[in-house]
C-alpha cells in the first residue's frame, strides 16, 4: 500500500503526512475526540476486535481479477481475467457482489462509498486494521476508475445475471458470458453515477494524505462522473432493465443518489457550487422525504445524516433543515418513542424486510453510531417530540445490533460466518460452497456445481467475515444454502459494520 510500516515511532516520515491525526497505519495523535469517552466499559462481551480484522478480510474473498502475492484468503484464485475484452475495455478487479460471479456496479459503488465513510468516522480507532480497510477500499477504487476512464460513460455491469445464475460454478472456472453494461448519454443512469461519484469522492479522503496522487485522481474522476450524473438525468434501470432488475433494479429512482453525491463532493471538494446545488435541489431531490430505509438502493437517510455535520460540527446554518430531517430518522427508530415505526424481532433485530435484512442492520447501526458522534460534539441530542434521546442512547441501540448480529440471540448464532462458536455453514455462495482449486484443479462444469448447492454438506471453503442476509421476524435461520434471502453474504451487508466494529472495539479498549 502507499505507506510503509515502520514498527518504531520515531519514523513517521513515510509519505503519510505526521500532520493528520492518522498517522500512516492509524496510530492515531492524541487530541481531543468526542469519540474518546473518560469512562470506558470495563467487560465486553464480544471480540470487536476479532469481528473488525474479519469483516475487512472478507472482501478478499470477494475480488474478481488478478490476486496479489499479499491475498490473505488463499483458497481463492484468480478469475475473470479477461473482463471487458467483449468492448475492448479492461474492467478486470473488483468485487462480486455476494454468491455468485457477476460484478454489479451500483452495489460495488455504495460498498466503496460507505468502507470509505467507516474509514473517514472512525479509520483513526482501527490501528493495524486500517491499512487493510484502506486495501479493501482500494481494490474497488481502482475498478471504478476503469468503469468510468471514458468520458460520459460508466461500465456498470460484468455478467449475465441470468446465465450466471443458472450455473453453480466457481468464479475460478467462469465460462457464462462476461457481457458488459453501460450507461451513457443516450441511457444514461444518473443512480449508478452519482453512487459512484459519491465513492470516488469519500475515497479520495481517505487517501489524502497518505497518497494524494490518488486521490486528486480520485476527486477529479468523482466531478466529471458527478457531471454526467447531473447532466443526462435517468435510471439505470430504464434502460437496461432486463440486466439490472430484479438484482439491483434503483427502485427509490436516482434522485437520492444527485443528492448523496453532491454531498460527498461538497465535502470532498469544500467547493461551494456543491453547497448551492444541495440548498436549490435538496428539496425536489428529496430531502425531507420520510423513507427511512438506508442501503445500496436508497441514500435518503445517509444524505440527511452526512449533511447533518456541517451543520452541527461546522455550524453551517444554511443546513439546519437537515439535523431535523436526520433526528426524524432516528426517532423512527426508538422503541416506544413518538414516530417510532421500526419493527424489531422478538429477540431484538431490527427487522425491515426478509431478503438481506441485516444489510440495513449494520447500515442503521454505523449511522446511530456516527450521528451520536455528530451529537457529542455538538453537545447536543436528538428531539423526539419532546423526548431528549441522547449519544448514549443512540450508541446502546446500536451496539445491542451488532451483538445480535455476533451472538446474542436466540439462537446463540454468530451471523458473521467464522466468529465465535456456531455460525452458518452452509452460506449461499459458490466459491465457498464447492471445493477449492487446490484441492479440485479440475474444472467443475456449469450445472454440476447444483449437486453441492442442494446438499446439507458444509461449506469447505470459510468465507471469513462473511455477514449472511439473517434470520426471518421470529428470529428463526434455517442455516441452508438455497435460502438466498437468508444465507447470502454480500459486500454491502460488511462495509459499514467495518466502522462500527472499529468503534466498539476501541470503546472497549480492544484496539
Not at 492518522?22 to 470487536?48: E, I, T
Not at 473488525?52 to 475473470?80: H, N
Not at 426517532?331 to 413518538?338: D, E, F, N, V
Request: with cysteine; proline share 5%.
Amino acid at each position: 500500500m502507499a505507506c510503509a510500516n515502520f514498527s518504531f515511532t520515531l519514523l513517521v516520515l513515510c509519505s503519510c503526512f505526521a500532520t493528520s491525526f492518522l498517522v500512516c497505519h492509524g496510530f492515531p495523535v492524541h487530541r481531543k475526540n468526542p469519540l474518546h469517552h473518560r469512562h470506558q466499559p470495563r467487560f465486553a462481551s464480544h471480540n470487536y476486535r476479532d469481528a473488525l480484522t474479519k469483516s475487512i478480510l472478507f472482501f478478499e474473498g470477494q475480488r474478481s481479477g488478478k490476486l496479489p502475492s499479499s491475498q490473505r484468503m488463499t483458497w481463492r484464485r484468480d478469475s475473470g481475467l479477461t473482463d471487458g475484452s467483449t468492448m475492448h475495455v479492461d474492467l478486470v478487479g473488483g468485487y462480486y457482489d455476494a454468491g455468485d460471479n457477476v460484478k454489479f456496479g451500483f452495489p460495488m459503488a455504495f460498498t466503496t462509498t460507505m468502507l470509505s465513510w467507516s474509514v473517514l468516522e472512525f479509520g483513526g480507532l482501527m490501528k493495524g486494521e486500517l491499512e487493510n480497510a484502506r486495501g479493501a477500499i482500494r481494490w474497488a477504487t481502482d475498478y471504478l476508475l476503469k468503469a468510468t476512464a471514458h468520458t460520459d460513460t460508466i461500465y456498470v455491469q460484468v455478467g449475465d445475471a441470468n446465465k450466471d445464475h443458472a450455473c453453480w460454478e466457481r468464479p475460478e472456472d467462469m465460462d457464462t458470458p462476461r457481457s458488459v453494461f453501460k450507461v451513457d448519454k443516450n441511457s444514461p443512469g444518473s443512480d449508478v453515477a452519482a453512487e459512484t461519484a459519491a465513492a470516488l469522492a469519500a475515497a479520495s479522503l481517505v487517501f489524502r494524505r497518505c497518497d494524494p496522487t490518488y486521490a486528486k485522481l480520485l476527486l477529479r474522476r468523482a466531478i466529471r462522473v458527478f457531471q454526467f450524473a447531473d447532466k443526462y438525468r435517468g435510471s439505470y434501470s430504464y434502460g437496461l432493465k432486463k440486466f439490472v432488475c430484479p438484482f439491483y433494479c434503483s427502485y427509490s429512482g436516482y434522485e437520492d443518489e444527485l443528492l448523496w453525491g453532491a454531498a460527498w463532493l461538497y465535502k470532498a471538494t469544500k467547493n461551494p457550487t456543491y453547497l448551492n446545488y444541495i440548498q436549490v435541489n435538496g428539496q425536489t431531490l428529496g430531502a425531507a422525504q420520510f423513507d427511512n430505509t438506508f442501503g445500496w438502493d436508497n441514500k435518503h437517510v445517509g444524505a440527511r445524516i452526512l449533511l447533518s455535520k456541517a451543520f452541527l460540527v461546522q455550524k453551517l446554518q444554511s443546513l439546519h433543515d437537515y439535523k431535523g430531517h436526520a433526528d426524524n430518522f432516528i426517532c423512527s427508530l426508538i422503541p416506544g418513542a413518538p414516530y417510532s415505526s421500526a419493527q424489531y424481532t422478538p429477540g431484538g433485530l431490527l427487522f425491515k424486510m426478509s431478503d438481506s435484512n441485516m444489510q440495513y442492520v449494520t447500515s442503521t447501526s454505523f449511522l446511530l453510531l456516527t450521528y451520536a458522534k455528530y451529537l457529542t460534539s455538538a453537545r447536543t441530542v436528538v428531539n423526539c417530540g419532546g423526548t431528549a434521546v441522547t449519544p448514549k442512547r443512540l450508541r446502546a441501540i446500536a451496539k445491542k445490533q451488532v451483538d445480535y448480529l455476533l451472538g446474542d440471540n436466540p439462537l446463540k448464532m454468530s451471523y458473521m460466518v467464522g466468529y465465535g462458536p456456531r455460525y452458518p455453514q452452509r452460506i449461499h455462495h459458490r466459491g465457498s460452497s464447492l471445493p477449492s482449486v487446490s484441492t479440485h484443479p479440475g474444472k467443475i462444469q456449469c450445472s454440476a456445481g447444483f449437486s453441492v448447492m442442494n446438499s446439507q454438506s458444509p461449506n469447505p471453503n470459510v468465507l471469513v467475515g462473511a455477514i449472511v442476509g439473517g434470520p426471518d421476524e421470529h428470529d428463526r435461520f434455517p442455516d441452508e444454502r438455497s435460502d438466498y434471502e437468508q444465507s447470502e453474504p454480500a459486500t454491502y451487508i460488511n462495509a459499514p459494520l467495518v466502522g462500527a466494529l472499529a468503534y466498539l472495539a476501541h470503546s472497549f479498549g480492544q484496539l
